[in-house]
């Protein structure tokens, strides 16, 4: 049973105690809630809008919007409750340890380090394009071995990595100073084009709003989703089905707002803020997506959409060209932000597992001045540049979807779980109709997982084998539950 050991909700506040394991508390809620915009609004708002409108759902890719929210919301709801009741670094991983135990707790947070470490290079990747494509507009070109479509070694990517490390080391305040202007930046550019695109917005355009269904072609062997291989079902494109076959796209939109509770140990005041950094940013995002796609859809018919840049084409059918350089520049502020944040909630997940002697300890050193987890940053830094500078990770991409899922639905579970064993524990906000809520979002996460291709759950899989591995040779026989406390 030393799987399943229990680390006490009281013994992770107190390990947040030790002078060289300390993080400094200097996030408000306004600080949370500016992180989460910054990690959610990528360049799904950019592309996904158009291109789900397109193939999927057609003028109704709004609904679709409304229904992944939903699904979001839901375990959003779940993950307030636990930030409040622990407030802790490590997110999920932390949450897991309270209520399932070591091993489930090991599990989760090798999850996470996937999803995050993946995410960040893939969205790294994306930056780099987009910096190349602006450059290009202004008459400048990199050369092919270091930028473009398939470079020696993608430099960019690299360096804007290396360069938000140093970010992160310099401290959390500085990070979210930063990233308060980036995001003031890209939402003031997103609300730019959803006025102006208002101007152009033609009503014939939302005819038919729901377009009748067709089937889609078939997807045979690794490729085909989960779904289909087990129970025969084949994805919808339009129709009332279409919109919930889209939302299961449009979903991977909103995939960050879970990193906003790995910053709970830097937060002043935790079980006031974490709940309304996780809601509010969920429900900024949701509105900013809404508008888009419903201005994105009025503004072309959605069969003429473009796949690669919908929303910068849309304003180029109409004559307002300047739009696109303008959306560049917003989606590299978003980026920038993405892949920033991407890389904070990593460093906290994996201080959370060094603390806990499942990695080595020695990485959770906090710096004497900066007061952040410096070694493991510059590890993860190194390893993201890597990544993001050498490899395909358009083939993986979809790894950091079903990471995301996961821990969705670990936590979901968990919120249940310790309501049965701690019913005791003080809860600043608590997730309303437990069980029904979390049960709901258990369904709709394992919904979306069974969309994903077989291919996805294969590497998941392998991921997941690799990480056991690890657990058993190192993290079981060195874990600090192991030994005896004073």
Not at 65 to 89: G, K, N, R, T
Not at 96 to 111: H, K, N, R
Request: charge should be neutral; charged fraction near 10%.
């Amino acid at each position: 049973m030393a799987l399943f050991r229990v680390k006490s909700v009281e013994q992770s506040i107190r390990d947040t105690e030790a002078p060289e394991h300390r993080l400094r508390k200097e996030l408000t809620a306004l600080d949370l809630t500016v992180f989460g915009v910054g990690v959610i609004v990528g360049t799904g708002i950019f592309v996904l809008t158009g291109q789900v409108a397109k193939e999927t759902a057609g003028p109704a890719v709004a609904l679709s919007f409304v229904v992944a929210a939903v699904v979001c919301a839901l375990a959003a709801l779940c993950y307030a409750e636990f930030a409040s009741a622990v407030p802790v670094a490590g997110s999920a991983y932390t949450f897991s340890y309270a209520t399932l135990g070591e091993f489930p707790a090991w599990i989760i947070g090798w999850d996470l380090i996937l999803e995050m470490m993946l995410g960040a290079a893939v969205v790294a990747v994306g930056w780099s394009g987009y910096l190349t494509s602006l450059l290009e507009s202004l008459g400048l070109r990199l050369p092919a071995a270091i930028a473009g479509e398939d470079p020696v070694f993608n430099l960019p990517a690299a360096l804007v990595v290396l360069a938000l490390t140093a970010v992160l080391i310099a401290g959390v305040k500085l990070s979210s100073r930063l990233n308060l202007v980036v995001v003031a930046i890209k939402v003031t550019v997103i609300l730019l084009v959803i006025v102006t695109g208002l101007f152009f917005v033609e009503a014939a355009n939302y005819t038919p709003f729901i377009p009748p269904s067709v089937p889609t072609p078939a997807v045979e062997g690794r490729s085909a989703p989960l779904i289909q291989l087990i129970f025969g079902i084949t994805p919808v494109a339009f129709g009332i089905a279409g919109i919930f076959s889209a939302a299961a796209i449009v979903f991977f939109a909103y995939i960050g707002f879970d990193v906003v509770a790995t910053a709970a140990e830097e937060t002043r005041d935790p079980q006031r803020d974490l709940p309304i950094g996780i809601i509010a940013s969920l429900g900024v995002c949701t509105v900013l997506y809404v508008a888009v796609s419903v201005v994105v859809v009025g503004m072309q018919p959605y069969r003429e959409l473009s796949e690669a840049a919908p929303l910068a084409d849309a304003f180029k059918a109409v004559g307002q060209t300047w739009a696109a350089s303008l959306i560049s520049v917003g989606a590299l502020a978003g980026l920038t932000t993405v892949v920033m944040i991407l890389m904070l909630g990593q460093s906290r997940v994996m201080f959370a597992m060094c603390r806990d002697n499942l990695l080595p300890r020695g990485l959770a050193r906090v710096h004497p001045r900066y007061g952040t987890p410096y070694r493991i940053t510059i590890l993860l830094g190194v390893i993201v540049a890597a990544l993001a500078g050498l490899l395909d990770l358009a083939a993986i991409a979809e790894l950091v979807n079903i990471g995301t899922l996961f821990a969705f639905v670990v936590v979901s579970l968990a919120v249940v779980i310790l309501r049965r064993t701690r019913p005791d524990l003080p809860r600043s906000f608590r997730t309303p109709l437990v069980p029904l809520v979390p049960v709901l979002s258990v369904l709709s996460c394992v919904y979306l997982m069974l969309n994903l291709p077989v291919q996805t759950w294969i590497r998941f899989l392998a991921w997941m084998l690799l990480g056991v591995l690890i657990y058993f040779c190192y993290g079981h026989r060195h874990s600090a539950m192991a030994r005896p406390r004073r």
